[in-house]
């Protein structure tokens, strides 16, 4: 049997940042045969450059996705997607997604609410989310915190959700006050949802909010900062309106699933042309 001397193309899909030099000469050796790296964000496309021995011009970001006819306000219910949490319209819901996990920003979100209890009767917050495997004690001493701070009639922990367009349709506000991300995945579905945002400034989610038009951005760590954007939006409907489709046209032009779907199947298409190239000369 004759073995093909076909070279295959290599494809790697880079989605967390490293602090380590790889150019020495193993992963030069390594790095060679990979014809692609897909870069989750451009501070993990940066990273990439930075860190690995890799060709700048074989470095391409394409970010998450969201399916957004899945994630359409159209196509789901708000009052009802809010009476099985027991709100009505009269509330106006903070929401919060993320893995009960140091550094996602749970602890600034209980800060942040305290004091927006003592301002203001009709806010609620919701906060969907498991722990992550190996750190339930996390979540029981966020759980514990909330309520030493008299939060339990305005906090509802709903654990972890399959019905994530059902759930942000409860929301008015997502908070994603996490320390660093390489990307935000939570962020484009709320905003493909039509939801305001507030965001800390940090890493990949520099690519998707844009500050004043789609969202409101924060310092990480802050929670008196999260406080006050919160209660900017809580307080102006119209501005969560106007934010929440502004958001999802966003999400339409550069994170839709069936649009990044198209941009891979490119570049398979062109480390292929590239393998015949190389086989013909």
Do not use: W
């Given at each position: 049997?004759?073995?093909?001397?076909?070279?295959?193309?290599?494809?790697?899909s880079?989605r967390?940042?490293?602090?380590?030099?790889?150019?020495?000469?193993?992963?030069?050796?390594?790095?060679?045969?990979?014809?692609?790296?897909?870069?989750?964000?451009?501070?993990?496309?940066?990273?990439?450059?930075d860190t690995?021995?890799?060709?700048?011009?074989?470095?391409?970001?394409?970010?998450?996705?969201?399916?957004?006819?899945?994630?359409?306000?159209?196509?789901?219910?708000?009052?009802?997607?809010?009476q099985?949490?027991?709100?009505?319209?009269?509330?106006?819901?903070?929401?919060?997604?993320?893995r009960?996990?140091?550094?996602?920003?749970h602890?600034?979100?209980?800060?942040?609410?305290?004091?927006?209890?003592?301002?203001?009767?009709?806010?609620?917050?919701?906060?969907i989310?498991?722990?992550?495997?190996?750190?339930?004690?996390?979540?029981?001493r966020?759980?514990s915190?909330?309520?030493?701070m008299?939060?339990?009639?305005?906090?509802?922990?709903?654990g972890?959700?399959?019905?994530?367009?059902?759930?942000?349709?409860?929301?008015?506000?997502l908070?994603?006050?996490?320390?660093?991300e390489?990307?935000?995945?939570?962020?484009?579905?709320?905003?493909?949802?039509?939801?305001?945002?507030?965001s800390?400034d940090?890493?990949?989610?520099?690519?998707i909010?844009?500050?004043?038009?789609?969202?409101?951005?924060?310092?990480?760590?802050?929670?008196?900062e999260?406080?006050n954007?919160?209660?900017?939006?809580?307080?102006?409907?119209?501005?969560?309106?106007a934010?929440?489709?502004a958001?999802?046209?966003?999400?339409l032009?550069?994170?839709d699933?069936n649009?990044?779907?198209?941009?891979?199947?490119?570049v398979?298409?062109?480390?292929?042309?590239?393998?015949t190239?190389?086989?013909?000369q």
């Amino acid at each position: 049997m004759k073995l093909s001397r076909k070279p295959i193309p290599i494809i790697l899909s880079k989605r967390v940042g490293s602090f380590i030099d790889k150019k020495d000469a193993f992963h030069k050796f390594t790095y060679a045969h990979v014809s692609r790296v897909l870069a989750i964000s451009s501070v993990i496309h940066k990273n990439v450059i930075d860190t690995t021995p890799v060709r700048p011009d074989r470095v391409i970001t394409l970010y998450d996705s969201v399916d957004t006819e899945l994630f359409s306000p159209e196509r789901v219910n708000r009052r009802q997607a809010r009476q099985q949490f027991g709100y009505d319209e009269s509330l106006i819901v903070v929401g919060f997604v993320g893995r009960f996990s140091p550094g996602k920003g749970h602890e600034e979100l209980l800060e942040a609410a305290g004091t927006i209890r003592k301002k203001r009767e009709n806010v609620r917050f919701l906060v969907i989310g498991e722990a992550s495997y190996g750190e339930p004690e996390y979540e029981r001493r966020i759980h514990s915190m909330a309520h030493s701070m008299g939060l339990d009639d305005v906090m509802t922990f709903a654990g972890f959700r399959k019905d994530m367009p059902e759930a942000m349709a409860a929301f008015d506000v997502l908070a994603f006050p996490s320390h660093a991300e390489s990307f935000g995945v939570a962020l484009i579905e709320a905003m493909a949802m039509e939801r305001a945002v507030v965001s800390t400034d940090c890493d990949g989610v520099l690519d998707i909010v844009v500050d004043g038009q789609t969202g409101l951005y924060i310092h990480p760590r802050n929670s008196l900062e999260l406080g006050n954007a919160l209660l900017r939006l809580i307080d102006d409907e119209g501005l969560r309106t106007a934010m929440g489709k502004a958001g999802r046209k966003r999400v339409l032009e550069l994170f839709d699933q069936n649009r990044q779907i198209e941009r891979l199947e490119q570049v398979y298409h062109e480390v292929l042309r590239e393998s015949t190239t190389k086989v013909t000369q």
